[in-house]
């Protein structure tokens, strides 16, 4: 069966983390059958890494404040995780149905797709986002 996704329950969590004056700063996109669905969110990072488990596979889009002394703003990952126990079927069809998730997860910063915890790790990820940035007014100080 094909893959399906809800396009307007996905696009309104996704709206949710994209507005600063929201506490969301995370959606997890998961299956439910063969339909992609809005799953968890939350304003903790930490609680978001607590969904990736090594018999899941999700999307998440995630909101960090990256920046430097000159400027802080808002940057967006798109992170898709494959935990280590997923079958070589379902990776392969997550990688197909990212697509579908792309139809609404349409402004980031930076695209992941991760299956090893380590570079689940908020310190990585900010680095990787500050690095595709550009400008970076911190190396004035130093």
């Known amino acids: 069966m094909a893959t399906k996704i809800d396009k307007e329950a996905c696009r309104e969590a996704y709206n949710r983390v994209r507005d600063d004056g929201s506490a969301v700063i995370w959606v997890t996109f998961r299956y439910e059958g063969a339909t992609i669905v809005p799953g968890e969110q939350g304003s903790e990072y930490q609680h978001f890494i607590q969904q990736c488990t090594d ?3 999700l999307f998440a889009f995630v909101r960090f404040t990256t920046g430097d002394a000159m400027s802080k703003r808002s940057k967006f990952a798109l992170i898709t995780w494959i935990g280590e126990n997923v079958s070589g079927l379902q990776r392969a069809k997550t990688g197909t149905d990212k697509s579908l ?3 609404v997860v349409q402004n980031f910063a930076k695209e992941f797709v991760i299956s ?10 900010k680095s990787e986002l500050k690095k595709a940035g550009g400008a970076n007014y911190d190396a004035q100080t130093e």
């Open 55 to 57: 018999d899941v596979r």
């Open 101 to 103: 998730v792309k139809e």
């Open 116 to 125: 090893d915890r380590k570079e689940l790790e908020e310190d990585f990820i």
